[in-house]
């Protein structure tokens, strides 16, 4: 896989996940990028969401209590030092197909977190997963 475009911090953002996942792993820890992978199958609502990203990017407490703290906490991540990130929001489609409002809003504040490391010069991708065929409504991520 040329997965050389993941070290790019002007592309990063949110995107359906459209390659294997588990490759495209390997690619960015060879670039010395995180790679953190989260399964939000379980998520119904916005505090399961945020305790389950949160747990995975292993946030200080303090971050989890609502979208604008959790927004806070990724424009930080100074206790994940790395050359960038990658988070794969696993089995995605039940939170993203059935909770519009609140996926939205997580996904906004993803997408913001990826504005801000752009401007430092680090990737911070949100790669999307969902069974095969399923759309999440996000573009392709680049190089798919």
């Known amino acids: 896989m040329n997965a050389e ?5 002007a592309k ?3 995107f359906q996940l459209s390659a294997d996942a588990r490759e495209l792993a390997r690619a960015a820890a060879a670039a010395g990028m995180m790679v953190i992978y989260v399964d939000i199958h379980q998520a119904h609502d916005k505090e399961d969401f945020l305790a389950e990203v949160s747990r995975a990017l292993r946030f200080p407490e303090k ?3 609502d979208w604008s703290a959790f927004a806070g906490g ?3 991540l100074s206790w994940l030092s790395a050359k960038g990130w990658v988070v794969i929001l696993e089995k995605s489609k039940h939170f993203c197909g059935g909770h ?3 996926a939205t809003e997580a996904l906004d504040a993803m997408d913001a977190a990826a504005e801000h490391w752009r401007g430092v010069g680090k990737p911070f991708w949100t790669l999307i997963g969902g069974p095969d065929g399923w759309r999440s409504g996000w573009p392709d991520m680049p190089g798919a």
């Open 12 to 14: 990063a953002g949110v």
């Open 5 to 9: 475009w993941i070290k790019d911090a």
């Open 74 to 76: 990724l424009k930080d």
């Open 63 to 65: 971050l989890t209590a």
């Open 100 to 102: 519009g409002h609140e």
